[in-house]
Nanobody, 124 residues
Framework: QVQLVESGGGLVQAGGSLRLSCTAS????????MGWFRQAPGKEREFVAA????????EYGDSVKGRFIISRDNAKNTAYLQMNSLKPEDTAVYYC?????????????????WGQGTQVTVSS
């Protein structure tokens, strides 16, 4: 089993930045893929970003390309999501996901492990 804990969410003004962290525990995590998804009230869960096991491959959702950066530190069992130039439409609960396979995935059903989520609110 893998447990994921997100942190770093909060309230920020439009144009500001936040960095989310996702720390894994429970077993050897460093060899697995990581992803970030978000869900706003009344909307489906949306792909935000994903990274493969060693950080060499990343993917981003169209709405965050050029503004968000996903990274990881396998020595700390932690993945990060740097969010810049935030917009009110980025407001959502952000979820971290993990899978023990090495390649990245953009579909939420491919991930076996999920965090509880962290709220990000961007005010206009």
């Amino acid at each position: 089993q893998v447990q994921l804990v997100e942190s770093g969410g909060g309230l920020v003004q439009a144009g500001g930045s936040l960095r989310l962290s996702c720390t894994a525990s429970g077993r050897t995590f460093y060899s697995g893929a990581m992803g970030w998804f978000r869900q706003a009230p009344g909307k489906e869960r949306e792909f935000v970003a994903a990274i493969n096991w060693n950080g060499a491959d990343t993917e981003y959702g169209d709405s965050v390309k050029g503004r968000f950066i996903i990274s990881r530190d396998n020595a700390k069992n932690t993945a990060y999501l740097q969010m810049n130039s935030l917009k009110p439409e980025d407001t959502a609960v952000y979820y971290c996901a993990a899978d023990l396979r090495r390649r990245l995935f953009v579909v939420p059903t491919e991930y076996d492990y999920w965090g509880q989520g962290t709220q990000v609110t961007v005010s206009s």
